[in-house]
C-alpha cells in the first residue's frame, strides 16, 4: 500500500511503541498463494493461530465459487491483482496524476485543502494529531480499545480470539474468504460495560491511508449496556490504487448495548466493492446500519442484523445511487432468532444515466418465536429512461406470531412536482436535485451534520452529470 | 431426548467411515464423522440453507458447513457460529460389531 | 409417443420437446425458482401415462346456466355440450385432440412457443407427453355472458396426467371459462402426478374471465405452467385456487403485449399440514400503458409450506406501465412456513411499479370479539379465514366463490 516517511499519526508508536518492520525489503508480487498469505502474517508479526486462521481462509477461497447472482462480476481477474503491498517505486504519485474529475469534486464538496492530498492518496502528510489527541485521552480513561485490527492481535488476544470470525466465518462467501485470508488494517473497537462514547468513531482519524485499504477488517464489541457509533468513508471520492475492496465488518451487540455504524461510500468509478457486514445484536440491544452507496463501479453489500436475543431491534437504512457505468446491488437482512424482537429495513435508490439499482433483502424468522414484527421498504427513483431499477426481497416466515409488512415502490420524479418547481423559476434541474434531495431526506437526516451537508452536495454534483 | 428408541439400526460398516460419510435412513440423510473423540452422527442438512453437513470440515469437535460456515457441534447439534441460528439433530451413534449403529426414531 | 392419429406438425413437437427432455436433468434447489421445492425425491418416471384418450367425443349434454361444457374423466371425454346458439355462431369447445387438424394455424404457434420458452424438464416433459385437453375458441366480436365449463377428474394410483387447455378469443370477443381439475375420487391415499399446461391467447379488445381451480388429493403432486398474452386494449381475469395436492409446482407468466391491455391475476392458496406449495406469477410488460395486477391470499396450517414467488418485469419499451404486485399470508398454526419473495426488474422510468407483502395470523382482538358474541373458537376462526379469503372471490361466479369455500371450511375444520 502506502510506504511514506513515518506519519503524524500512528497509533502503534503513540500507544505501545511497536514499529513496524520497514517495508522496502518486503517483496510481492500480483496473484494469491500461500506465499503470500504467509508473507502477510509473517509481515504483521502475527501469532500462529492467525496465520493458520489466514491459511484455512485461503483454502475455502480457492474452493469457493463466485456467486451466481448479484452484480456482474465477470471483469475480475484474480491472478491480476495485488494483495498486500506494492512495489515501493509504484507508490509515487503526484498531485498532478489525480483526476480532474476527483480534484473538482474536491472544491465542490468543500473539503478543506488539508484533507484532499491525503485523500486523493498522494501520501501528504495529514496532521490529525491536534484533532485526534484529545478524544484518544478521553476514550483511554473510558477504557475504549480503538486500535488497528493488527494492534488487537497482538495486545488484546483473547478478545479477538473470542470474537473474530465468529459473525462472519471465512466460509461465509468468496469475497469474506478472501478478505480473511489477506485482511490488512480496518479497525477494532471494544466499548466497556455502560461506557456512551459520544463523540463518533471515525476511521481515518486513526491511522493514514491504510484505513482506505483493499481488505479491510472491522470489529467493533459493545459490551453491556454501552453505546459507540462508528463512521467509515467519506463523500470526497476515493481515488482508488486498486480495484478490488473486500472488506468485512462484524459486530456484537451485547446485551442492552447499542451500536450505530454509518458508512458512505464513494469509491471512484473503476472498483469493484465486495463486502460483508454483519451484526448480532442480543437481549435488548439495538444495531442500526446506515449505508450510503454513491461510487464504485459495481458494489454487492447487504448489511445484516441477526436478532439473537429477546427486545433486539435492528434497522438498515440504505441509499443507494447508480450513475452511468454503475451497478448498486445492495440491501440489507435481518434474521430474527429470539422472540420480542423487531427491525426496519429502509432503501432508497435512485438511478441515472444508465445506471441499474438493485435491492436485494432477506427477512427471515425462525420456528417457535412469539411477538415478531419487521418492515421493509424500498423505494426506488429511476430518473431517466435508460436506467434500470431491480428490486429481489426474500420473506422467510415460519412462525406465526408475526407481523411482517413489506412494500416496494419504483417511479419516477413527478410531474407535477417538477412543474411547480419549475414554475417557481428553478431550472428542470434543479427542480430534479431538489427532488432528489427530498426524496432522500428521511435518511440523510440520520446522518451527523457535515456528512449530510457534503452529500447533499455531491447529489447534486451527480444529478449535474459533472461527476465521473 | 427421549429415554425409550424405537430401534438401533445399523448405517454402514465401521471401516467405511473414515472422517465424514453420508448414510440414509428411510429417507433421511444423516452425516457421520469420525474424530479423535469419537464417532458422532448429526442431521446431514444444515438448519441454514440446503447443505450437507458431511462435506464439510471438522475442527475441534465442530463441523463447519461448506457453504456458508455455520458451525454445529459434533457431540449435540448445538449451533455454536452463524449463519445457522437453530441446531442440527443429534443422532445416538454406538460402534459395535465392526458396524456403526444410529438410535433410530421412526418419523411418522 | 407419437399417436397414430396425430397430425404431423403435432408429433414433430412432441419429437422435438422429448429431445430436450432426454438432454435436461431434473430441476434442483440450486436453480433460483426451484430453491425452495426440493423435487429430488419423486421418482416421477414411475407415473404411468393414462391411455391416450381416443379423439372421439362422448355423450352431449350441456347445463343450464352454461354457455358450454366439455367434460374428462381420466383422460377421456365424457360429455360435450354446446349452446346452439353459439355453436352456430363458429364458437367451438372441443377435446384438443380432435382440434389438432382444424385448427393448426393457431395451435402450432401456441405449441411452438410453449417448447421454446420451457426452462425446466417438467415444463418440457408436459409438451412431450401432453394427454388430453380442451381447445376453445370464440371468434370476433362474439360476447358471451354464461361461463363454459372445462372439468378434469383425474384418478387412478401412479397415474401420470397431462392434461393442456388451450383458449383463444378473436378481436373483440367476452367470454369467461371455469375450469376445474379434481382427483380425490378413489380416496384420500390415491396418488396421481398432474402435469398440467394452459395456454390464453386474446386478440385486441378481446375480454376474458378465468376462474381455475385445483382440488387434488392429498397425496398427489401437481405442477401447472399456463402462459398467457393479451393483445391491444384486451383484458384478461384469471382466478386461481389451490387447495389439493401434496406437492404444488406452479407458474402463471402473463405477456402484456399490446398498448392499453390489462391482466388482473387473482389466486387463494391454502396449504394444511404435510402441503408444500410454491405458486409464481410472472407479470411481463412489453408494451406501453398496459395495467396489471397480481393479488394472491394464502393461509398455511401447522405443518404446512408455502412460497409464493412474483415478479413484475418491465422492457424499456414500456412506459406508462401501472403494475402492482401484493401477496398477503396468513399463518394458523405454530408449526407453518411461509416464504414471500415479490420481485421488479424494472427498465422503464416511465413507470408505476409497487408490490406490497404481509405475513401474519389472525387478529386476537377480532377473533375475541366474536367468541364475546358467543362463537366458539372454531367458529370465529372459521368465519375470520373465510372473511379473509372473500373479498378476492367477491366478484367470482357463485359456483367457483362457493366451492373454494367450502372446501377451505372443511379443512378448518379437520384442522382444528
Known sequence: MKSQA????????????????????????????EEVVNAISSHKGEPEWMRQFRLRSLRAFQKKSMPNWGADLSDINFDDLYYYAKPTDDQKKSWEDVPAYIKETFERIGIPEAERKFLAGVGAQYDSEMVYHSIKEDLSKKGVIFTDPESAVRDHPDLVKQYFGTVIPYLDNKFAALNSAVWSGGSFVYVPKGVRVDVPLQAYFRINAKSFGQFERTLIIADEGSFVHYIEGCTAPIYATESLHSAVVEIIALPGSRVRYTTIQNWSNDVYNLVTKRAMAYKDATVEWVDGNIGSKRTMKYPSIYLMGEGAHGEVLSIAFAGKGQEQDTGGKAVHAASHTSSIITAKSISKGGGVASYRGLLKVNEGLH???????CDALILDESSRSNTYPYMEINSDDVSIEHEARVSKISEEQLF??????????????????????PLVKQLPMEYAVELNRLIELEMAGTVG | MSAAVDSWVRVASENELVTNMCVTVEGTAIALFRTNEGVFALDDVCSHEYSRLSEGEVWEGEVYCPKHGSRFALATGTVTGLPATQPVRAWPVKVENGGIWVAWQSQK | MADRKEPAWMQDQRAKAQERFDAMSWPTTSDEEWRRTDVSGIDALSFVPAPRADGRTAGSANAEGLAGTLRFDSGRPVEAGMDQTW???????MSLADALEEFEKPLSDIFDEGVDASDNRFTVWHYASWSHGAFLTVPAGLEITEPFLIDFTESGDGVLSSPHVVVVLGEGARASVIQRITGERNGSDERILCNAGLDLRLSDAAA????????????????????TRGGRDSSLRHYDAALGGRLVKTRIDCGLAGKG?????????????????????????HSPSATSRSYYKGAVASGGRTVFQGLIEVDPGASG????????????????????????????NDVRCSHGSTTGRLSEEELFYLESRGLSRNESREMLVLGYFEDLLDRAPEAYREGTLDLIRSRLASAA
Open chain 3, 321 to 348: 406501465t401501472d403494475a402492482y404486485l401484493t401477496n398477503r399470508n396468513l399463518i394458523l398454526g405454530d408449526a407453518a412456513r411461509s416464504d414471500s419473495i415479490p420481485t421488479l426488474r424494472i427498465g422503464n
Open chain 3, 87 to 93: 355453436k352456430d355462431r363458429g364458437v367451438r369447445l
Open chain 3, 208 to 227: 376474458l374471465q378465468y376462474f381455475e381451480g385445483q382440488y387434488l388429493g392429498p397425496q398427489s403432486l401437481y405442477f401447472r405452467q399456463a402462459r
Open chain 1, 420 to 441: 411547480y418547481l419549475q414554475s417557481r423559476g428553478m431550472s428542470e434541474q434543479e427542480a430534479s436535485t431538489m427532488i432528489v434531495n427530498g426524496f432522500l431526506d
Open chain 3, 261 to 285: 391491455s390489462e391482466a388482473f391475476l387473482n389466486g387463494v392458496y391454502y396449504c394444511r399440514d404435510g402441503q408444500h406449495m410454491d405458486i409464481r406469477t410472472v407479470q411481463r410488460h
Open chain 1, 6 to 33: 513515518p506519519s503524524t499519526v500512528d497509533i502503534g508508536e503513540y500507544q505501545h511503541g511497536f514499529h513496524f518492520p520497514d517495508e522496502s525489503v518486503f517483496k510481492t508480487r500480483k496473484g494469491l498463494d
Open chain 1, 371 to 377: 411477538d415478531v414484527r419487521s418492515r421493509v421498504v
